[in-house]
């Protein structure tokens, strides 16, 4: 079992920024790669980044390309995600997720651990 634990979250007003941390737990030496979903407000949960395990694939979605970064320390079992001219639209509860599989996925259904979320809400 993976367990993860996101934070960072808050409240920032738009143009601002935020980096959202995930922090994993329990059975880590295998090869995850990792994802960072948001729900929005009465909206399904959709991919946001993805990262290989080794840290070098990423893979956005195309509304934060240029704005989000994600990365990654494997030896503090950490993950990143640099959010930067934040919008309104960016507004939701942000999840971080791991799976075994090898390329990094977009749909949620290859993604076995999630974290509990964190709330990220940008005013205009």
């Known amino acids: 079992q993976v367990q993860l634990v996101e934070s960072g979250g808050g409240l920032v007003q738009a143009g601002g920024s935020l980096r959202l941390s995930c922090a994993a737990s329990g059975r880590t030496s295998g090869r995850y790669a990792m994802g960072w979903f948001r729900q929005p407000p009465g909206k399904e949960r959709e991919f946001v980044a993805g990262?290989?395990?080794?840290?070098?694939?990423?893979l956005y979605t195309d509304s934060v390309k240029g704005r989000f970064t994600i990365s990654r320390d494997n030896d503090n079992r950490k993950v990143y995600l640099q959010m930067n001219s934040l919008k309104p639209e960016d507004t939701g509860v942000y999840y971080c997720?791991?799976?075994?599989?090898?390329?990094?996925?977009?749909?949620?259904?290859?993604?076995?651990?999630w974290g509990q979320g964190t709330q990220v809400t940008v005013s205009s």
């Open positions: 997720a791991a799976t075994e599989a090898g390329p990094v996925p977009r749909n949620r259904e290859s993604y076995d651990y």
């Open positions: 990262i290989h395990w080794s840290g070098y694939g990423t």
